[in-house]
């Protein structure tokens, strides 16, 4: 068997994306370790969502591999693909939870497809799941009924119905409040923490980055590629590129304009 | 401890998952010991099988060798301790792994919360409310929206510079095109099947020439408005309805009524306009179609002469059984567009709501237009036209 130390859980080759002739991102080349929280940022337009499509398989690399614990994905026949698949859970952006349905039947439709649960244990499942996100009780209502951050929270679930080792977010942030933001963001570590499941985070919040992430990836619009990879308080300190520091120190700026004065320096 | 990948290679060093009962020195409390790989894709012991007839003890669950794990370890546990709580017993889990331990006790904390949900079982009277609430809802709905029509076609009126011409003008050339195909064939194939049948008939007696008479006037009198407006209820209401529906679910609705835009005006009078002007054309298309479908089998199959059939068609239909088709296609227009825009603005937030939306409003077209054209049967009868 293969190994790699340390563990790679995603590893991506050489990978370029687009839509028809249209290049988005080339050269793409990065790995995700077992239980990280790795977030893709940069700017509206960089390709942060072509990449975490070309990543779940909606779409098809112009170029490259993408491969998942050392199989490749990219490659992969349809039996192949649906095994891979089983592996990692996604969070859409706009949740896409099936509206014609309730909370625990959205959350056990994974476990329906891929497991030979019986029904009974399925339901229990659902329950335990649903209970993780903080949603215990809401489990007969249909997604249309909830909030924002309900609806975030049982999309969490349904990424997590499988126990998947990872899980993909495209923009967890969008429509919550900072509160709930917060909250949210607590439920990704607390979910990292006690299954060890690696996180692809693909966001611009600035907030969570710093709160959450083990390591970023910047992408740029005009580099169509990867401009820094590394730990994001360090990047923002020491990196060489400007688009980096900018990035990286917008949230800084914003809270030592709001402060009423600048921290007491130490006597 | 993370979900493994469901590779063979994984699998091969990966090991079952265990449970091991073993009863204490003392024989009060006794250890389950849990090792191995638990994955809820692999089998996984059950607290039942476990038990096995076992006599309710204090439990202490001890790791051993333990590997991965997830949501079934938990369920495991779970069952454990609701089988100690079920006999006032301890459960002791102390030697688990911290994170284990809090999912655990979160899930405690939410169970001794849970209330049983109410049985919702209700007493007929009730039923029958609830029931009579929301066709009163219902109505209530399409009254208001009528109203609300009717004033949007009132201001229409007074100012027309206000209305959407250009919307109006694109609507009828959509409601045309897709509708003039299909219109087209259905109505000569309508024609084709009442000569057929006329022609059967008639031929016994060596009336063959009253085809024309028996085609022309059902064509122009009925068949004629009720195929072409099944038809665009079918096609274009639909439209309407689903494509008023997205705009509701994607909140446009809502930013018009934020701008102090009148939605039923911007985008349902356009469209009922447009479909009520249209259907009237359509029907004048479809008369001529089904007049032609019957001259064709009269020709072919009778060897009707086509002027002998015209100057029948030209004898037996007049221009009141013209108009009196005409008049009551434009009621069977308004309540296409009336049942699409409805149904569309008033359409869940849901993609599924939708769905329910277009389905629901050909549904209430096509009633609409039936009850319509049983109203201007009983009027027509009653003027004698």
Redesign the interface.
């Given at each position: 068997?293969?190994t790699t130390t340390p563990a790679s859980?995603i590893e991506v080759k050489n990978l370029a994306c687009g839509y028809g002739d249209t290049v988005i991102l080339q050269d793409i080349s990065f790995a995700v370790h077992?239980?990280e929280v790795l977030f893709v940022i940069g700017g509206s337009g960089c390709g942060k969502s072509t990449l975490l499509r070309c990543l779940i398989g909606l779409l098809k690399p112009l170029r490259g591999d993408v491969s998942?614990?050392?199989?490749s994905f990219t490659a992969a026949d349809a039996t192949q693909r649906r095994?891979?698949l089983?592996?990692f859970g996604v969070l859409y952006q706009n949740n896409a939870l099936w509206?014609?349905m309730t909370l625990a039947e959205n959350v056990a439709l994974p476990?329906e497809e891929?497991?030979s649960?019986t029904r009974e244990?399925r339901q229990?499942?659902v329950a335990?799941?649903m209970?993780?996100v903080g949603l215990?009780?809401s489990e007969?209502q249909?997604?249309?009924e909830l909030s924002g951050g309900m609806k975030k929270r049982a999309a969490l679930a349904r990424a997590l119905a499988?126990?998947?080792?990872i899980v993909f977010f495209d923009e967890p942030s969008t429509g919550l409040d900072p509160i709930t933001l917060r909250e949210m963001d607590r439920l990704i570590l607390q979910v990292r923490?006690?299954?060890?499941?690696?996180m692809v985070i693909v966001s611009h919040q600035l907030s969570s980055v710093y709160r959450l992430a083990d390591r970023v990836i910047v992408l740029d619009r005009e580099a169509k590629g990867i401009i820094a990879e590394g730990v994001p308080a360090e990047l923002a300190a020491t990196s060489t590129d400007a688009r980096v520091r900018g990035f990286l120190n917008l949230e800084a700026d914003l809270t030592r304009r709001h402060e009423p004065g600048p921290p007491s320096p130490a006597k | 401890m993370t979900a493994s990948p469901p590779s063979p290679e994984a699998g091969a060093d990966s090991k079952a998952a265990t449970a091991q009962w073993e009863a204490g020195p003392s024989g009060g409390e006794c250890t389950v010991k849990v090792g191995g790989d638990w994955q809820l894709s692999d089998p996984v012991p059950n607290w039942s099988a476990l038990l096995n007839q076992r006599a309710a003890t204090d439990v202490r669950v001890m790791p051993q060798d333990l590997g991965k794990w997830d949501t079934s370890l938990v369920l495991f546990l779970v069952h454990g301790r609701a089988w100690c709580v079920a006999s006032k017993h301890e459960f002791l889990a102390e030697a688990l792994p911290d994170n284990l331990q809090k999912l655990l006790q979160q899930v405690a904390e939410v169970s001794a919360q849970k209330t049983k949900r109410k049985a919702s079982i209700e007493s007929p009277l009730v039923l029958a409310s609830s029931i009579a609430k929301k066709w009163t809802g219902k109505v209530t709905e399409v009254v208001a929206f009528v109203g609300e029509c009717t004033l949007g076609f009132v201001g229409l009126v007074r100012n027309p510079g206000r209305f959407r011409w250009m919307d109006w003008l694109v609507q009828m050339q959509q409601c045309w095109v897709t509708s003039l195909p299909i219109v087209g064939l259905v109505s000569f194939l309508v024609g084709v099947i009442l000569a057929f049948q006329a022609a059967l008939q008639l031929r016994q007696f060596g009336a063959a020439i009253f085809v024309a008479d028996v085609v022309g006037l059902t064509v122009v009198r009925e068949m004629g408005p009720m195929m072409a407006s099944m038809i665009v209820a079918g096609g274009t209401g639909v439209g309407f309805a689903a494509q008023l529906g997205n705009m509701k679910v994607d909140e446009e609705i809502d930013a018009l009524e934020t701008l102090g835009i009148a939605s039923v005006d911007f985008l349902a009078l356009p469209r009922l306009l447009a479909v009520t002007v249209m259907m009237p054309i359509l029907v004048v298309y479809a008369n001529v179609l089904g007049i032609l479908g019957g001259m064709f089998v009269s020709a072919v199959m009778l060897d009707i002469p086509v002027s002998a059939y015209w100057i029948e068609t030209q004898e037996s239909v007049g221009v009141s059984d013209v108009t009196s088709g005409l008049v009551k296609s434009v009621f069977f227009g308004m309540a296409i567009g009336l049942a699409g825009c409805l149904r569309g603005m008033k359409c869940d937030r849901s993609a599924s709501g939708v769905g329910t939306a277009t389905s629901s409003a050909v549904v209430t077209g096509m009633m609409l237009i039936v009850l319509a054209d049983a109203v201007f049967a009983l009027i027509y009868n009653v003027l004698g036209i």
């Open positions: 068997m293969s859980v077992e239980r998942y614990f050392g199989k095994e891979i089983k592996t509206s014609s476990l891929h497991t649960l244990y229990e499942i335990l799941k209970t993780q215990a009780g007969e249909y997604p249309s499988l126990d998947p080792a923490d006690t299954f060890g499941t690696t | -």
